[in-house]
């Protein structure tokens, strides 16, 4: 801040400077002007001049290192208060961007909010053809034909489902419920919705959930743990998945194992990326958003996703929960 503001001041300095000089040169150039009178008196004001920018310098970049210091948010109140003329005009700069961008985030998250009711609606309307469809479904005789129509209305089905939470997680924070949650009721639960597929690929699930309940919010943690599971599923092949959970040094950790193709090691510190999709299996129905709203809700929970994989050996997902103490001020706890 003081080179700035001595850059700012450059100019006077520079005149100071030269009329120093000017006076200078007159008194040596004019016999009768002692030199020594004038260089002592030249000394003087360029020690009131040090003593004066001191001095100024703390009054007048008050206001501006109080905004280097502002917690650079949407609320125009604190912004640091001026007392000069410059200051004035700067703060009413301030105050009109901040209003400016108040306003235009409201109408933005209102846009974003009725964009979000009415795709979720057109979603909901959705859903009601597709529970139609299963009960036809499941009324079929010809297994072959059930099992290959049951898999693409789990593919439909799952689309929809992570597009409701794509939507939903922009305002995550307000659909939270924190609660104790039986992990073998929605592990199992989300086992029996892929049984279809996992009979189609010959999959069987392993589970050894020592830990039986963590907190969590119902929703978010069943949409986590299906997008792991289908996830599994989709890149194995005739094997079994072992799911397990365990109390670490009072946090719960679930590991969801399989033995499938694994992630390439060049893939693995992207694969939360939006949109990323695997350098090596190109699937044209991955939309690389899976793993990102995974990542986005578990920090929103405070869990901590890891991922270990050996390629052609398999992947494993580890989850950890925070203890219930870290959990306080969080909705429902």
Known sequence: MIRKYLRDKASWIGMFVLLSCLLLLVAYVDTTIPF?????????????LAVFLFFRYHRETRFYRSLNVWEKSLDASTLPEPDRPYEYIVHES????????????????ESLERE?????????EVKTPLTAMQLIIDR?????????????????????????????????????????????????????SLRSWCMQKGIGFDLDLQAEAVLSDTKWLTFILRQLLSNAVKYSENNDIYISSEKIE???????????????????????DQGFTSTIQHNKAATGMGLYLTKKAAKQLRIKVEVVSDPEKGTCFTLTFPKRNDMVGMTGV
């Open 140 to 192: 079929m005789e010809d297994d072959e034909l059930k099992q290959q129509l049951t898999y693409e209305w789990l593919r439909v089905h799952m689309l929809l489902d992570t597009q409701i939470h794509q939507k939903r997680i922009t305002f995550i924070e307000n659909d939270l419920y924190i609660e104790e949650i039986d992990l073998h009721t929605v592990i199992s639960q989300e086992i029996r």
């Open 94 to 109: 301030l105050q009109e961007q901040v209003n400016f961008l108040n306003r235009t985030s409201s109408d933005r998250r």
């Open 116 to 124: 979000k009711d009415e795709l979720l609606s057109w979603i909901h």
């Open 36 to 48: 020594d009178s004038i260089f002592y008196v030249l000394l003087l004001f360029w020690l009131l």
């Open 250 to 272: 009072g946090h719960v950790q679930i590991r969801i194992q399989d033995h499938g193709i694994g992630i390439d090691a060049k893939d693995l510190p992207r694969i939360f």
